[in-house]
């Protein structure tokens, strides 16, 4: 079974600031790791993934996550947010091993960007 | 670019009443997933659906839930008599591998009242 761990509930942060938004993983199997982000009133959109290969991934608008095997770990960082960068954002992990295929998200945390 | 759609955005019906939830995944992808988040809480995996069967569900689908793909492009979700924790934000997700991306559709509301 996997389960999904994003420790901050709220990220409060200012325009053009540094942000990461952490997410840890449990799992006894290897994994797919996800980000997506919902706006609000809108659905889930895939802002980044990890497959396999490089761990640094690099997603839609100027996010990147790095996937640390060790630490179990998979943060989501933009090295300067905007005002439209306001939305909460979930990550989720995937059995690679084939089984189940579904995605088993974290609470999600919600990034309010302030001016 | 291809997307997922689900109708309708927002339902209201009565407990004890059946309501189908309605999904048209990308054309070409083969898996087919219902979530469902209630309100404040996470996204939950309710029920996987590959060849005409379902392939994985968790133990929230119970016998008050069933997934149909009654023609080339529906893919609906029943819920036979509706109870008040059944109010949730449900999605429909689709993709073209099994463990692969998962496209997410908008959502429906639905309100148990």
């Known amino acids: 079974a996997q389960s999904v761990t994003q420790l901050d509930s709220q990220v409060p942060v200012f325009e053009e600031a540094p942000v990461e938004l952490r997410c840890n993983y449990s799992?006894?199997?290897?994994?797919?790791l996800f980000w997506y982000v919902q706006y609000p009133n809108q659905g889930l959109q895939l802002l980044l993934k990890?497959?396999?290969?490089?761990?640094l991934v690099k997603g839609i608008n100027g996010f990147e996550a790095e996937f640390n095997k060790s630490q179990t770990s998979f943060h989501l960082r933009k090295p300067s947010v905007h005002i439209s960068d306001t939305a909460e954002y979930f990550c989720?992990?995937?059995?690679?091993?084939?089984?189940?295929?579904?995605?088993?998200f974290g609470k999600g945390t919600k990034l309010t960007v302030n001016p | 670019e291809p997307e997922v759609t689900q109708t309708p955005s927002h339902q209201v019906t009565q407990m004890g009443q059946e309501v189908i939830l309605r999904c048209v995944p990308i054309?070409?992808?083969?898996?087919f997933y219902w979530y469902r988040q209630i309100l404040g809480q996470k996204v939950e995996f309710l029920v996987s659906?590959?060849?005409?069967?379902?392939?994985?569900k968790s133990e929230i689908f119970d016998d008050q839930f069933s997934v149909e793909r009654p023609d080339g492009s529906n893919f609906t979700l029943k819920i036979r008599s509706t109870k008040l924790e059944d109010s949730a934000m449900y999605f429909c997700?689709?993709?073209?591998?099994?463990?692969?991306?998962?496209?997410f559709g908008p959502g429906t509301r639905l309100t148990v009242t």
């Open positions: 997700a689709s993709s073209t591998d099994r463990g692969g991306e998962q496209y």
């Open positions: 799992s006894s199997v290897s994994v797919y």
């Open positions: 990890y497959l396999s290969g490089s761990t």
């Open positions: 989720a992990v995937s059995s690679s091993q084939g089984g189940s295929e579904k995605l088993v």
């Open positions: 054309s070409n992808h083969l898996y």
């Open positions: 659906f590959y060849n005409n069967e379902i392939s994985e």
